[in-house]
């Protein structure tokens, strides 16, 4: 007889995980734009968990994004202009209904986010309440501004910076924040 709970348990355990994926709307897109040398970056981040990192060799896009969301809970908004050798790269992420329960842990809100080291990046980064890890080692990375509210976020420079941090500023509110090897 415990054989049966167990197994059903099990069961309904798997069902509502293959429901709960199932919803989630998957994303997956790339910026090309082979003249680009610098690039303004706009991250307005409000709930889930949100990754950023160096992109892979080999790449031809200068940026790149994925993840997944549940459409009924959030939404995003991307865009990018191009000015020939400058663009900004603009992506937002927010609860549609902000009456809705706030989750840090949030598994239906999923960002992440992989930039050219080649293109000199200026970063203008808000995360609200989310779990993000940040790391800007190897890339190349003039000016970086975070505005980090009710968040748990990891900041990294795990490998020197290609060019001079000319302006760092960081705005922590109700948060855990770690930044790591800044002298990179």
């Known amino acids: 007889m415990n054989k049966w709970i167990v197994s059903s348990m099990v069961l309904f355990g798997l069902l509502f995980a293959v429901a709960v994926a199932a919803r989630l709307t998957p994303i997956t897109k790339q910026v090309e734009a082979p003249e680009l040398e610098q690039m303004d970056v706009e991250l307005k981040l409000a709930v889930g968990t949100f990754d950023l990192y160096k992109q892979s060799a080999g790449k031809n896009a200068v940026a790149e994004f994925n993840g997944d969301y549940d459409e009924t809970r959030y939404e995003y908004r991307q865009s990018f202009e191009d000015q020939g050798k400058r663009g900004t790269f603009v992506f937002e992420s927010e609860l549609v ?29 808000e995360v609200g309440a989310a779990k993000a890890a940040l790391d800007f080692g190897d890339m190349t990375v003039s000016d970086l501004r975070l505005d980090v509210g009710a968040a748990e976020a990891n900041i990294d420079f795990s490998s020197p910076n290609r060019t001079t941090l000319r302006d760092l500023k960081i705005d922590a509110g109700a948060c855990d924040l770690e930044v790591r090897n800044l002298g990179n």
């Open 97 to 125: 209904n902000e009456r809705k329960s706030i989750d840090i842990d949030a598994k239906d809100n999923r960002w992440e986010f992989a930039f050219s080291p080649e293109v000199d990046c200026r970063f203008d980064i």
